[in-house]
């Protein structure tokens, strides 16, 4: 099919395949700064860890439907025809809604599958399962959940979190400190939902130093900085960014260096934040001295740090990684209240954002309107759960549990169904996982590859990469739109999701409404003359549909190309107001308050982390604090079977990055496998020693394929590298209930005895249909 341009999540390539096979990937041209990750689809698009045909778990077949003796994860599947799996998973959801209610079906399905407009596969899903009834469905994300609660709160959106930044060109020309809280990593700015096409945020940050700004990473980790940009480095202890906020705070007010006039007009609550920090209401100041106790921060540091930012243009960066922990709104509250005291925010250069280099998308302008996407219509099931209580759900139907100030109950999951990503790599205690994921009845997933997911599913059914259909690419922060070219034959008898739910949908009698009478090639086209329907109201010329797919890609002209966060609102905070209660920044939240949550009270206040350094009586056992962040050589989990992922492993696993004082100690070199431990559970991983972590601190990213011990290994030993299985399952506060996987102590050790092989790579054992005995053929798939 030759050579043709598509877009994925961490970038756009230039695709090349010779008799139907792909031989080249290559970065476009007008990426300066393009990520490697795409070279891992060679090898992995038509290799053996492809899911071939439809399979179906061998026990399921034989009556083993749910409960704690579930052998899910540990067995055979049964390789059949796709009428005759289309039939079994029509006829399971048919029995399910019909017995139990439509609320019984759980559609998570955590996005990320693909960058295109239309095979996305969470969208598909959600659009089939309400033209049927609906589902139970999950709200907010693992990447920053806490945040999506609590910014509207106090900002009234969640504007500069996922979009609507203080653009990259206003930071370089104005910006004279830039305060990173969680640091500046290169390796997320690979990544963008929607797809990426330019990688700019390092040139950037090298231009904003350039031209004179003071760039400050504040992390328990010296290379969560950008690539070739002065950085200065003020190292703390995990989880105390609140307390040094704070202590920020105190300095600002104590010295009268605080904005009085900007807290006046475009505040509300000041007084009660004010007497909190000077420990007038609770009798502990939180000075400089008090912070230094608690994060390891010198109290003079501080001090120098807060005058600083009084005397210059700032900016504060917040990560998306600070709020992943234990009482993880806090760390947001304190960065905006620490922000209004500085009374910078509406001015160019200055201000607050969150996850600039969280990813590629973050300080890029918006294009002025909105590309559509596939409708999924209207849920007519009221049931939802926070994404990150899904093994609480499963393991506790019918238990309440608080959320943004109501009471809300699990429903009882009979079915699960699952397309588009891989809650075996986002979810956090992953032993904890794998007994929920026994409680269902039925777990149905589409999916490409043998990832644990589809491992530990009942019934697969094998999908299409976007280098197998035709789709589209339009990203609110690009202005370069792709048409993403089918390069290769689908692989065996894979099928895009669309096909497959038309398919369910024509069993279910909801085809009319499922397809609304187009297929694939027709739905891309419908979308792109609605985008250029909206395009043209912002005044943006869009090729028609016909010469863009010859063209393979168009650029288009930007009609928003510079902006601030919340400077209208500075301007005129009356004709401007902000969607909170006052139409104010909300430092102080009556709302929150009333709320009644002693671990998320009115305003941002310290709170202790249930798991942290500071905890002497955890530390004594387990004195090493777990970082687990997002990957360099992958997203999330995709393509970890991949070259580059694979490239970056050491002894075969995933690299535990240690402080060598901490390595000497524990007579670990560099290069050995390790044994990474605390009271969840268990897994190696391949030891790098540096001096790029404070002491007491050690990361092991996230995306290796979950890898439990087999029969035989060292029980409950997961042997790839997987974080998830030493994380906390435990919300960040009954307001957000979001992860807390960044309050994580362990204890690392040399692994004694034979280490046992990574396995994850392996695909399951498939057995055809025909390989069954006659009666429990007859029997099973009749």
């Known amino acids: 099919m030759g050579t043709v341009l598509t877009t994925m999540h961490w970038g756009t390539y230039e695709v090349r395949a010779e008799n139907g096979r792909l031989v080249g990937v290559e970065p476009w041209r007008g990426d300066p700064d393009p990520s490697p990750i795409g070279r891992s689809l060679l090898g992995t698009v038509q290799g053996e860890l492809r899911v071939a045909r439809p399979a179906i778990r061998r026990g399921w077949l034989e009556g083993d439907r749910s409960g704690p003796a ?93 979009g609507n930044h203080t653009t990259w060109d206003g930071i370089e020309r104005h910006a004279k400190l830039i305060v990173a809280f969680g640091g500046l990593p290169w390796r997320n700015t690979q990544v963008q939902g929607g797809g990426s096409a330019r990688h700019e945020a390092s040139a950037a940050l090298r231009s904003a130093v350039a031209n004179g700004a003071r760039l400050i990473n504040v992390s328990p980790v010296r290379d969560d900085a950008p690539r070739g940009a002065d950085t200065e480095w003020l190292p703390l202890r995990p989880n105390s960014d609140t307390a040094v906020m704070l202590a920020l705070c105190h300095v600002l007010i104590s010295k009268r260096l605080h904005d009085e006039a ?15 920090i000077l420990g007038e209401s609770d009798g502990q100041p939180k000075d400089p ?49 620490l922000a209004t005291l500085l009374g ?37 099931v009221a049931h939802f759960i926070p994404v990150a209580r899904m093994a609480d759900m499963l393991l506790n139907p019918g238990g309440s549990f608080d959320f943004n100030g109501t009471k809300l109950t699990y429903p009882h999951i009979r079915l699960v169904y699952w397309a588009g990503g891989n809650p075996f790599h986002h979810h956090q205690d992953l032993n904890r996982l794998v007994e929920a994921w026994q409680r269902p009845e039925t777990i149905i997933v589409n ?114 190309t510079s902006q601030t ?16 209660p006052s139409g104010r920044i909300e430092l102080f939240s009556a709302t929150i308050e009333s709320f009644g949550y002693d671990d998320c009270p009115g305003h941002a206040v310290w709170r202790e982390p249930r798991e942290w350094l500071g905890n ?70 391949g030891a790098v020693l540096t001096d790029s972590l404070i002491p007491g601190v050690v990361q092991l990213p996230t995306g290796a394929w979950f890898d439990p011990a087999r029969p035989g290994e060292p029980e409950g030993l997961e042997k790839h590298g997987n974080p998830n299985v030493l994380t906390p399952d435990r919300g960040t506060s009954r307001l957000a209930q979001s992860p807390t996987c960044n309050s994580t102590l362990v204890e690392v050790s040399r692994f004694a005895g034979p280490v046992p092989p990574v396995t994850a790579f392996d695909p399951p054992a498939t057995i055809s249909s025909s390989d069954m005995s006659g009666e429990a053929r007859h029997q099973d798939l009749s």
């Open 565 to 580: 966060f919340l400077a209208a609102f500075r301007d005129d905070p009356e004709r401007h107001p902000l969607a909170t």
């Open 616 to 685: 002497d009586r955890l530390a004594e056992r387990f004195p090493l604090h777990l970082l687990s962040p997002q990957p360099a050589d992958k997203l999330h989990s995709q393509y970890d079977h991949g070259s580059v992922s694979r490239a970056s492993k050491v002894a075969g696993r995933a690299p535990l990055l240690i402080n060598r004082q901490d390595a000497a100690v524990r007579g670990i070199a560099d290069g050995m496998v390790v044994f990474v431990f605390n009271e969840r559970g268990s897994c190696l991983a």
């Open 289 to 337: 001295a008090w912070a230094a106790k608690l994060s390891g921060v010198d109290a003079a540091t501080i001090d120098a740090l807060a005058r600083d930012m009084a005397a210059r243009r700032t900016i504060l960066m917040v990560s998306w990684s600070l709020q992943r922990a234990d009482h993880g709104e806090q760390p947001y509250w304190a960065a905006i209240t």
């Open 447 to 560: 999916e490409q590859f043998w990832t644990a997911t589809a491992r530990h599913a009942d019934i697969v059914l094998p999908v299409t990469t976007p280098l197998e259909r035709n789709d589209l690419a339009f990203s609110n922060r690009e202005n370069l739109i792709v048409a993403m070219k089918q390069a290769i034959e689908p692989f065996h008898e894979a099928r895009d999701d669309f096909a497959i739910f038309a398919e369910l949908a024509a069993r279910l009698g909801t085809s009319d409404a499922f397809t609304e009478g187009r297929g694939a090639d027709e739905w891309i086209r419908h979308l792109y003359d609605q985008a250029v329907e909206n395009a043209e109201a912002a005044g943006v010329a869009m090729p028609p549909f016909d010469r863009f797919w010859q063209d393979g890609h168009a650029e288009l002209a930007r009609s928003v």
């Open 344 to 380: 910078q925010i509406g001015l160019p250069g200055g201000g607050i954002g969150f996850g600039y280099s969280s990813t590629n998308g973050a300080g890029r302008p918006e294009m002025g309107f909105r590309w559509p996407s596939v409708p999924q219509g209207r849920n007519a």
């Open 262 to 276: 900007f807290l006046a007009r475009y505040c509300t609550g000041f007084e009660a934040v004010r007497a909190y």
């Open 70 to 162: 579930s052998r899910r994860g540990d067995e055979p599947f049964v390789e059949v025809s796709w009428e005759t799996a289309l039939d079994i998973v029509a006829a399971e959801l048919d029995r399910v809604r019909s017995t139990y209610g439509n609320s019984a079906i759980y559609a998570g399905s955590y996005g990320w599958a693909s960058a295109g407009r239309f095979h996305h596969a969470q969208g598909q899903v959600h659009r089939f399962l309400n033209t049927i009834g609906g589902y139970t469905g999950s709200v907010l994300s693992y990447s920053y959940g806490a945040a999506e609660i609590i910014l509207p709160h106090v900002l009234g959106s969640t504007d500069a979190l996922t």
